[in-house]
Structures are given as C-alpha cells and as structure tokens.
C-alpha cells in the first residue's frame, strides 16, 4: 500500500481499488482450524466464504463516497481494506496520504492504556510528531467529551466513549483520507451534532471522505458519489441519486414495507424519539420536541376523519433548543401504515426560519390544504432537524392518524390534481 501524497498529482486518485475482493475461510469448529494448520494437504477443514469480490473504484481528492447496503454487504471489509486493517485476498488497493479511520469494529486502541496515551499511540501511528500531538491534544480531549476519565484505562470506558475519542482523534489529525463507518450516530445529541459540523468542515477542507451509514438522507446529503454493495459485489457506482433511488427501491421490497422508517432513520441514526410528553430543557447543543398537535378541518386530535382533496390538515409542533446553536427545522412527514413514505415537507427547503424565545423555546406551524392523498388511513410524523436540515435532532412519529375518505375509484395513493377537458376546447389539438 503506498503513502506518499507529495508524489500525487491533485487529478491522480487518492484512492484506487482495483479488482479487489476478501474470501474468509469459515471452519465448522475451532479445533479444524488446527487440523489445517497440522495437516495441510488434505481436503480443506473450512470452507471459503467470499465477503467482497471484484471491486473497482477511484476516487480523487476531495471527493465523498457514499457507501450502502443492507447488513453483510460487505461495506465494513471495503472500508477495512481501504484503512488496511486487513489484506485483499486478491486485487489491489492504493491508497495516497494519511488514512484515518472511524472503524465500527475495533478502535486500534490499546485497552491497558489510559485515554491519553492512546491518543498519544494513535496520533504518533497516524505520522504526527510529538510537538503536533501535544499541539492538539487538549483539544482532542475537548471534543471527545470524555473529562477525567481521559487518564482511567480505555478498557474501563463505555463504548460510546471509546468511539468519542476514537472519532475525535481521526477528524484531528489532518487526514488525506477520513474513513467513517456509522460514526455519526455515536453519542447523545450534543456530541452528534459537533461531530456533524467537523465532518462537514473536514468535507470542506478538501480530505477525501468514505462515508459509510444505513442512513440513506446523511449519504445524499454528504455524498459526491455513491456505491451500492450487495453480498459483496458492487451492484451500482455513480451520482448519489443514480444509485439511491434504485436502492431504497430495493430496501423497500427487501423489508416488505415493515422496516421502513422516515427518511430512512432508525433510532440507530441518532434521532431520539420524542413521541412521549413533553420533556425538560434540551441538553447543550440539542433541541428536542415538546409537544405536537394535529388539526383535521378544526379538529384536534390524535385519529382523525377527513376527506381527500377537501381536508385541512394543521401541524403545530413547540420545541426547545440551546439558545447557542442556530433554530432547528423541521420536517411534516405523511406515510403508509406499514412505514412507507408517501411524501414530507421540510422547512429548510422553504428557507424559514423559526423564531425562539431566548430561551431556545419556538412554534413551528404547517398547514397542507386539500391533503392530496386518496382514502386511506396514513400516519402523521414530525421531525426536528439543525439548520441544516442534515443532522436529526428528535422525532414524534406518528403523531397522529388521518383517515381520508373519497367518493371516486381512483387507484393508487395520491390523487393527481389533474383537470379533464374535452379535447376541442384546447387550441392544441389544431397544432
Ligand atoms: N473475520 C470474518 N470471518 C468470516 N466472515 C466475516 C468476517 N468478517 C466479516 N465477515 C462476513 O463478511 C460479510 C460482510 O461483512 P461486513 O461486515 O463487511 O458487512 P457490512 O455490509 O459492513 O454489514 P453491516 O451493515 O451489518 O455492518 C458478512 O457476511 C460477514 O459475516
């Protein structure tokens, strides 16, 4: 694996993975892998497992790729590759300058050492000197949020702490190449939301970033390019929306509608769900949801009765947030009852921005006239996102559930808002 990014060309890839796959060799029980070891020549005491085949890919300076797939994909072994944590079984990867890494599984540190030394470790592994650690180590610790603790053993901290400091290591030290495996989802809401902001300035830097997450919103967010992988293979490589769309398309039929969250967020992506009663005073950095009520034509409530095309639906949602970060969006969400998304509306889009007490306290309102949906019972769901509208903050979803009710037999779940003429009356016809 080369390292030397002076040698680069700006144009030349900074990372390029040419052909390259992992077979594992899976043995039945822990006592085979020793019979092979004795007895070599003959039949195989395993079998091989292919967890990543025949994988091509460039990438230049500064570029993000986003990668997805559904569990045991193989995105962790690509990410382990690129990092070098593990060998190709064949193909070769390249990569140019400092790689770090934010690795799900195993964070390189050593479990006896205390918290600073391991920075110390890492840092120095990664090609820092000893002036530019102790240049940043205050502030490393800082950003891990890990207080005294940072001089106790590693291996008595939780595993959000290991991955806190892990990840604040890896954004501190320059990188070429930044490697994130489902890191953003690490720690309360605070921490997630300058972990954001240090990625988003990282992207901005120029580091070229592999971005790995089940949240398909942060990779069309964060992304230049994605790459789709399935049992191991590359099933689809191009513009985030070229292999997105194609991709929840596909997640929606593999999880046969029951998995399907909003913006395709679990509770693992960080959003905290805020569907209880009201709670207290954000955390620093954080805003959460307070309460949320739900008109139907006038009528508040939580199962309401309406009419396609004709209804009033009115959405008001009182939140909270730390005064010191700027106003939260937020996000109306309309789905199947079975989970699907049928259609949302931001408010980021809408470019508003929501007045606060100096408290951090504010109203968000949303009113959608003549709801377009054909009958059917939908939920009604209410998101909190940073001014951005990239990092989640908090969900209630659903809020509420509207049954439609309409006099046609038109299919489907929208209703278009089509209007029929006879066909003379158009001067097109002429043409
Ligand atoms: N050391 C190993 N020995 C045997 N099989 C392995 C090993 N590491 C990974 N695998 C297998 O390789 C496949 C790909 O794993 P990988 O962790 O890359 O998937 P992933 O897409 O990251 O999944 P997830 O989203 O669940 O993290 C899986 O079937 C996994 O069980």
Redo the contacts with the bound molecule.
């Keep these: 694996m080369s390292s030397e990014l002076s040698t680069t060309h700006s144009r030349d890839p900074v990372i390029r993975v040419t052909n390259a796959g992992k077979t ?1 060799r ?1 043995y039945r029980q822990p006592a085979d892998r020793l019979w092979q070891y004795l007895w070599p020549g003959r039949k195989p005491w395993f079998q091989d ?1 292919v ?1 990543l085949e025949g994988v091509n890919l460039e990438l230049r300076r500064g570029e993000v790729l986003g990668i997805v ?10 990410l382990q590759l690129v990092t070098g944590t593990i060998r190709p079984s064949h193909g070769e990867i390249e990569t140019h300058g400092r790689v770090a890494a934010i690795l ?1 599984l195993g964070s390189g540190f050593n479990p006896e050492f205390s918290g600073r030394e391991n920075i110390y470790l890492n840092a120095a592994t990664l090609g820092l000197s000893r002036a530019e650690i102790e240049s940043r180590i205050d502030s490393i610790i800082e950003f891990a949020g890990i207080g005294l603790h940072i001089d106790q053993p590693v291996k008595t901290y939780s595993s959000g702490m290991v991955v806190r400091l892990a990840f604040s290591i890896a954004t501190s030290v320059d990188a070429d190449i930044l490697i994130i495996d489902e890191a953003l989802s690490v720690g309360d809401g605070a921490f997630r939301r300058r972990s954001f902001d240090r990625i988003m300035q990282i992207k901005q830097s120029g580091t070229t970033i592999l971005f790995c997450s ?1 949240v398909v919103f942060h990779v069309e967010a964060f992304c230049d390019r994605a790459l789709w ?1 399935h049992r ?1 293979k590359v099933q689809k490589l191009g513009g985030v929306s070229e292999v997105l769309r194609p991709y929840e398309e596909f997640i929606d039929a593999y999880e046969n509608d029951v998995n399907a969250l909003p913006f395709g967020q679990n509770s693992a992506a960080g959003l905290a769900d805020d569907s209880s009663p009201a709670m207290a005073a954000p955390p620093l950095g954080d805003a959460r949801i307070l309460s949320v009520r739900v008109w139907l034509d006038g009528q508040l409530g939580d199962e309401l009765h309406g009419h396609s095309q004709a209804s009033c639906l009115e959405v008001e949602v009182a939140f909270a947030s730390d005064p010191k970060i700027p106003a939260p969006t937020a996000a109306l969400v309309f789905s199947s009852e079975n989970g699907k998304i049928l259609g949302s509306s931001i408010s980021h889009t809408q470019g508003l921005v929501f007045e606060r007490a100096a408290s951090g306290e504010g109203i968000a309102r949303i009113t959608v006239n003549r709801i377009p949906l054909n009958k059917g019972r939908y939920r009604v769901g209410v998101y909190l996102f940073c001014e951005n509208g990239l990092h989640g903050y908090a969900m209630a979803d659903p809020v509420a559930h509207i049954q439609l009710s309409h006099p046609g037999v038109e299919q489907g779940v929208l209703l278009l808002p089509g209007t029929w003429a006879n066909g003379t009356d158009t001067a097109k016809t002429a043409a």
């Design positions: 594992y899976m497992f967890a797939g559904v569990n045991g994909a193989g995105k962790s072994t690509l799900e089940h992988l191991g």
